[in-house]
């Protein structure tokens, strides 16, 4: 667990399942020097247009990290340890190929994972890994459970209550029910998370899908909320993989660490 970080906020996100529009996702991040992880299955996935190899290599030449989603999207909790230390390796392994980039970050396809799972990506040598959990903004989690702040995707009262009551994390249901309940929608939701991390230090992790974002017609939305928290005094505006190396870094090599790619 790491250390809390008083006055520091943190601003990152991260695309999952790594459909071809994410490079439109992509161009709205850059846009706004904003930092972004993109976490891909080696197989393409909901049958949608995926990320050509060439693609993966433009995102990364271009500052984004790419991290790891698993082979074909699997449950994780279903594997044999065989099959699970096969799936975390291949996933590494071919990604860093192609992309000539380390790959230290893991998505849990699903959110699905329990600690042999979590065992299974250390050996593997992955650095950390993001759940599917939301409305987090504190900095003291395990690598191995990244939270995110919130979805790029309409969600009822309801569901955000049951996510956060599977984190069993009472300050976080409180914080919810106090502050941020009524909200109206995911991009106002987003803008008061935003507002609580910048003035009290804290991590703002958007994520999401760019096929639901395309389908759902969110794309307007999404640069509205991005709009909200690029260019701002003080925030740190960095990778998945970075924020694990801001937490664990000593005073001196904060400000290298967070500077924009």
Not at 173 to 191: P, T
Not at 194 to 216: K, N, P, Y
């Amino acid at each position: 667990m790491y250390r809390e970080f008083a006055a520091t906020a943190i601003v990152t996100t991260s695309w999952d399942d790594g459909a071809r529009t994410d490079l439109r996702v992509a161009e709205l991040l850059r846009s706004r020097r904003l930092c972004g992880t993109f976490y891909v299955p080696i197989m393409p996935f909901r049958r949608c247009a995926a990320l050509s190899h060439e693609d993966l290599k433009g995102l990364a030449s271009q500052g984004f990290e790419i991290g790891a989603h698993g082979v074909e999207h699997e449950n994780l909790t279903r594997l044999s340890n065989r099959e699970l230390a096969r799936v975390a390796s291949l996933s590494k392994q071919t990604l860093g190929d192609i992309t000539g980039s380390k790959v230290s970050m893991f998505c849990y396809p699903g959110g699905r994972y329990n600690g042999r799972v979590v065992e299974g990506l250390k050996q593997a040598g992955y650095q950390g890994a993001r759940t599917t959990s939301m409305l987090a903004i504190r900095l003291d989690f395990e690598p191995f459970e990244m939270p995110t702040s919130l979805q790029a995707y309409p969600h009822s009262r309801m569901s955000y209550f049951k996510n956060v009551a599977r984190a069993r994390s009472i300050v976080r249901f409180c914080e919810y029910a106090r502050h941020l309940g009524h909200a109206g929608g995911w991009v106002e939701l987003g803008k008061r998370l935003f507002d609580r991390v910048s003035q009290a230090g804290g991590l703002w992790h958007l994520c999401g899908h760019s096929s639901r974002i395309e389908q759902l017609g969110l794309w307007r939305d999404l640069g509205e909320l991005l709009d909200y928290v690029s260019g701002r005094k003080g925030v740190v505006y960095i990778p998945n993989g970075r924020v694990l190396e801001y937490l664990r870094a000593p005073a001196p090599a904060l400000q290298q660490i967070g500077r924009a790619p």
